[in-house]
């Protein structure tokens, strides 16, 4: 650092100075400068000077402690920060003056560097040993008394998540950001059961006791923000909001997805650092950042998110009792770098209106049979909070028998028209398993039993499939494997099929076995296909340890299995879809127990139309005809339109 034309004419009107004793003789260095600045040195490190004398640069006296107390004032922002000083050459006499460059290291919070060159004097005028001469250019050039060495943040952009096409899906879009000022209220319970029942025309729900909290703890001229729109949505509102007496609003820009719902708790969301954040990451985060929760930008937090840039500043009081900064040092920052995905825009938004209309939480995940990419992943009926569709962990209910007749065709233990009989119910070791709706179908061609999805049919055939056909039917199609996705996944835990019973359940998708939405969209599409390829979710940063390609299905086995889902929707249980436009649909539906002595079921329904292939399940839904259907036939309309 050079010193500034102030600088200079002080140190020049320092040589000229007829420097006195200070008294303090005990403290000084009589074996020659070098001994006297070492120990200063040494004392700037430790945190002790008691063993160095000093006199102010006016020659006047000045203790061990002011000295330390007005370098750590000098040092401000940077006082608690790692500092490595080092001389750099022996001081240089002048008679009773000398004087001895030296090098300042800091490591900056974050672990920047900043190395700058400073000078320290010191004299032996009137005294009987050297001493230092104290004044704030020693700490830096550009340093004047009751000034300080401030840092300023400077934050770095964050990178968007892209789409395949490297397209941004999420970037940044205006808002309005709605809020209130306490001094502005007038009734605050009135406002508040305004502000819900306004927000509510835009899907928005609001925690009125925090919200509460937060009005009572802030300042009268507060702006205590209630909830962030996209401007499409806040101009839906923008009349009502602002006829509410108390209500104030702010425009900005947020890190956003093209609609509120879109993959939500897939790709999680951006919010300002919580306090648990900012004591998590001391080092790296400050108030006012923005973070990402929860989904991709949780993940990917610090790739997306950047390395912020950082200035040291002289703060300088003005005669106005103002205060000035004057940069003398700065990093800029680095930008956030993107991540690239997937998803589809088209296929996404197409999942997001079909989850929607079901009241129920549900979800659906699209798959691409040609790459296996995902191309949507919905969590409905608003964009959920948790991934349900990626992580859930549910039974599959009768879409399971896609798995289980694959292990059975394997085993050429059935045939498509060999007969398997449909009783009313079937009793394996004192466990009695019945069919939906009491169904009775007797002896009939097994693609039938498929179609219309006869459980005891497939309790019957246990045995000829075995725990072992079971797993490796499964394991055809990827499901229990350690998938890589880039995003926190569930593949599927394969029941052991270890009694009888547990066996004759699992054919059917109860028991032990457990799988998401997005392990059965995987397995179908390994059946679209001929084989199992892993799902892919995150392009870039390709995933470390994606599962390899499964091995070919066995056309004797995939191509009969295809020909039963076809009948499933032609003849079986999701004649809904039969006139659904566009290619043949294919699929299985599925209605999984999930609690014993509950008439609860979950309704699923899987399957692939072209070269899409998805996987739907409503909790609580009921019957997968019932609730799954619905969302499927709203989906793939979607898609053409």
Known sequence: MHPSGRARRAVAALAGLALTASGLAACSGSDGPGKTLDAFLDGWRGG????????????????????????????????????????????????DIASAPIKIDWTLPGGAAWSYESTVRLTQKNSDGWRVVWEPAVVNSELTEGDRLELRRKSADRADILGPDGKPLVTKRAVTVVGVSPERIEDRDKLLDSLIDVLKKVDVTIDRKDLTTRIEGSKPDAFVDVVTLRQADYAKVAGKVRALTGT????????LAPTRPFARATIGTVDLATREDLDANPETLARGDEVGHSGLQERYDVQLRGTPGQSVVIARKTPDDKVEDAQIFSIEPVAGKPIKTTLDLRTQNAADRAVAGEKQPSALVAVRISDSSVVAVANGPSGGGVDTALTGQVAPGSTFKMVSALGLLDKKAVTLDGKVDCPKTKNVSGRTFKNAHDMVLGSVPFRTDFAKSCNTAFVNLAPKLGADGLQDAAAKLGLGAKWDLGADSFSGKISPADSPTELAAATFGQGATAVSPLAMAGATAAVARGQFKQPRLVLD?????????GEKLADESVKPLRTMMREVVTRGTGTA???VPGDPVYGKTGTAEFADGSKETHAWFVGWQGDIAFAVMVQKGGAGAEAAVPIVERFLTGLRK
């Open 48 to 95: 002790d000077l008691s063993k160095v004398g000093f006199v102010t640069a006016a020659g006047g006296k000045i203790s061990a402690n002011d000295v330390y107390a007005q370098l750590q004032g000098l040092a401000g922002d940077l006082a608690k920060s790692s500092v490595l000083l080092s001389k750099q050459s022996d001081p240089k006499e002048t008679g």
């Open 248 to 255: 104030v609003t702010q425009e900005g820009e947020r890190e």
């Open 541 to 549: 940063p390709a995933p470390a340890n994606p599962v390899a390609d």
């Open 577 to 579: 879809l039969r006139d």
